[in-house]
């Protein structure tokens, strides 16, 4: 009794296994047909949906690569300043404090009266403009701070960023342009079949 369940369950598999691999034909040759024989939804598809998407992609890579980063960068810093000024100029100083001079002096006496030898003493006022000739090399080593905000324009394709967004304008234009030569009608893709 066993033996002969058995021999059914072994009989009712490969019957149900070529049931199933001629249903599984079937229903694929009827699809494959559907979608020779309507090109419409695909044609649909590719109207309404992929090349609006493709074109607007390349639009938007375009668009990147003229695009403007516009920023303010702070700027807090100390600048070392290391030079050497030339100073050569005429000034008037005004003196702060009284100044004594003491020279020498030689006093010519009228006629033929000889001359004298001797010291003059004198100080100069307080406030009295004199004039001066400057002649100076001064060495400058400073640091300066520097606080400050800088408006900053950087085009994206000029920072680098141009073969980048090329390449991948390059990665979607050969399917764009397979896409583009797809028929858009019914009776363009049969002709399109015919040749």
Do not use: C, Y
């Not at 702060?96 to 004298?116: D, H, R, Y």
């Amino acid at each position: 009794m066993e033996a002969a369940q058995e021999t059914r369950k072994f009989h009712f598999w490969p019957a149900f296994k070529n049931f199933a691999i001629i249903f599984s034909f079937v229903v694929n040759f009827i699809l494959v047909l559907v979608l020779l024989l309507s090109p419409g939804p695909l044609l649909m598809a590719k109207a309404q949906l992929a090349e609006p998407l493709l074109n607007d992609l390349d639009a938007a890579f375009e668009a990147l690569g003229e695009t403007e980063i516009q920023t303010t960068v702070d700027i807090d810093a100390e600048i070392p300043v290391q030079f050497t000024l030339l100073l050569n100029q005429v000034t008037d100083v005004v003196l702060v404090e009284e100044v004594p001079l003491n020279a020498p002096a030689t006093f010519q006496l009228p006629g033929w009266g000889g001359s004298i030898h001797g010291m003059v003493s004198l100080n100069l006022p307080v406030s009295m403009t004199l004039p001066v000739a400057l002649s100076l090399e001064v060495p400058v080593d400073e640091t300066v701070p520097v606080q400050m905000e800088v408006d900053v324009i950087i085009g994206l394709n000029e920072a680098g960023m141009g073969p980048a967004i090329e390449q991948l304008r390059g990665v979607f234009s050969p399917i764009n342009v397979s896409l583009q030569s797809l028929p858009d009608t019914p009776a363009g893709f049969l002709k399109k079949a015919d040749e």
